[in-house]
């Protein structure tokens, strides 16, 4: 090879590659270019379907998250209001409970107290040892204190 030798050379070789090259063009073109299109056609197809089917998808993954969201909203504020009832219930049984015991207590207060009178009034008998009429004034006194306790 010597160094005054042209960049590119037409010769005969040159215009066998271009005869080559448009034969591979028209064998492409007349049995490739149609199977290779709808084979890029069915794939931009599939790509383009299973986009739509994942913007569907994310729709209806919101749609659900929204719905979980309200849900658990109601869940919660359910869940309050029975905790309030509850805690109303309890109160309530709370305070007939008090109040019922305190009612016992006064009641059994006012037994003792009667019983403790009974017998003050039973000793004031037995150390005065009187007669009739003063029992039976002594007894109306009683029974008159007992009336202004109760």
Do not use: C, H
């Not at 084979?39 to 994942?54: H, L, N, Q």
Request: proline share 1%; glycine share 2%; charged share 40%.
């Amino acid at each position: 090879m010597t160094g005054n030798m042209p960049v590119v050379s037409i010769d005969i070789t040159f215009f066998w590659q271009m005869i080559n090259f448009i034969v591979l063009l028209f064998i492409f073109n007349r049995y490739f270019r149609k199977p290779l299109a709808k084979i890029i056609k069915e794939r931009k197809d599939k790509i383009e379907a299973e986009f739509f089917e994942a913007q569907k998808d994310k729709y209806t993954a919101e749609i659900l998250r929204k719905k979980v969201e309200e849900e658990l909203s109601n869940s919660k504020k359910t869940a309050v209001e029975l905790i309030k009832n509850a805690e109303r219930k309890a109160l309530e049984e709370s305070d007939k409970i008090v109040s019922k015991k305190l009612k016992e207590n006064a009641q059994k207060e006012l037994n003792l107290e009667v019983k403790k009178l009974a017998t003050e009034l039973a000793e004031k008998l037995i150390k005065e040892k009187i007669d009739s009429e003063r029992e039976t004034s002594l007894i109306d006194n009683f029974i008159a204190e007992v009336g202004e306790d109760i």
